[in-house]
């Protein structure tokens, strides 16, 4: 079987029975206390992305003043990708005590134009190479969506369930997308940071969907981002399903009533089947609520130390 028939055969979700490069290891380690988890704080938790803007900075003043090892940045919260900005961010956390934790960044692999995936693949490459500039371990990638909803706002009417784009298939969507991240893992490789594919709309909405993905992808550089915010309904079962492949986990948190949705996630119960999968990573604070970010934040890291030991 030649590469791109292959590809074509992986991205139609025939050979997931039998694929499974990106699978569970051989023989899972005994299961760890969860106290072995450590904690982080998305820097979007002070920023939705509405002003006035928090910088990077300030996060890491805040994240420490809370005594959270780790901050996982948003990079379209950074001030600049140029180098003199990077390794201050990189000095500045040092001399804070805080681990720079994870890269989220976004692009959109769910295109029928080859030179908008192309782009995209670029812009990954570029912010893989800033990861490792700031060092930074991982990055949270996103499938990508059809485009078929009017903006996020119409998305979450939607309930995350985008109608496939006029004239294509849902494999071809598959195949775009494991493709475009084939093509980013050898700079991932050759950088050492570590992708992570978070179950974010778009083709992983579903646990079927993101495993799909990342089971049709030989290599090591790549894993499963869990965010337990993103399945809407019945998140138990689904977080069940992408926990032995996850590498790096963000936690929402809805304090004040949520921006879009709120669900009422028992931490307790997450914690455990991280726990009984031998997850021994980070899991990221991502606060979503309408609260003062103050607050909210705060709390979070006091309902997550609970739920985690």
């Known amino acids: 079987m030649n590469k791109l028939s292959r590809k074509a055969f992986l991205a139609s979700g025939l050979s997931v029975p039998f694929a499974c490069s990106m699978s569970k290891p051989a023989k899972k380690p005994p299961a760890k206390k969860a106290s072995s988890v450590k904690l982080g704080i998305s820097s979007y938790s002070y920023w939705h992305f509405r002003p006035p803007k928090v910088t990077i ?17 948003l990079h ?4 600049g990708e140029d180098l003199p900005y990077l390794r201050k961010l990189k000095r500045y956390a040092f001399l804070n005590g805080i681990d720079l934790i994870c890269l989220s960044i976004h692009q959109d692999f769910v295109s029928p134009d080859p030179d908008s995936r192309k782009e995209n693949v670029e812009h990954t490459k570029k912010c893989i190479r ?20 009017r903006d996020f706002n119409h998305l979450m009417e ?4 985008e109608p496939i784009l006029p004239g294509h298939t849902l494999d071809e969507g598959f ?13 991932a490789e050759k950088h050492g940071v570590h992708l992570a594919l978070e179950n974010h709309w778009g083709l992983t909405r579903t646990p079927e ?9 030989e290599s090591p550089w790549l894993g499963v981002l869990m965010d337990t915010g993103n399945f809407m309904e ?3 079962d689904k977080l069940e399903k992408i926990a032995p492949f996850t590498t790096f986990v963000q936690a929402k948190t809805y304090f004040g009533g949520g921006e879009w949705y709120t669900l009422d996630l ?24 309408k609260a003062p970010a103050e607050k909210g934040v705060a709390r979070s890291v006091d309902l997550l130390r609970k739920a985690f030991g």
């Open 266 to 289: 028992d931490y307790p119960r997450i914690a455990k089947i991280l726990s009984e999968v031998g997850y021994n990573g980070y899991v990221s604070i991502e606060f979503e609520g």
């Open 158 to 161: 939607l309930r995350g369930e």
């Open 57 to 73: 900075e300030q996060v890491i003043e805040k994240t420490s003043a809370l005594g959270v090892p780790g901050v996982d940045v």
């Open 175 to 187: 195949e775009w997308c494991i493709d475009s991240i084939e093509q980013c893992l050898p700079e």
């Open 209 to 217: 969907g993101l495993l799909r993905i990342a089971k049709a992808i």
């Open 130 to 149: 800033l990861a490792h500039e700031m060092g930074i371990p991982s990055i949270r990638l996103n499938s990508g969506r059809w485009g078929t909803a």
């Open 76 to 79: 379209r919260q950074m001030d």
């Open 234 to 236: 019945d998140p138990y």
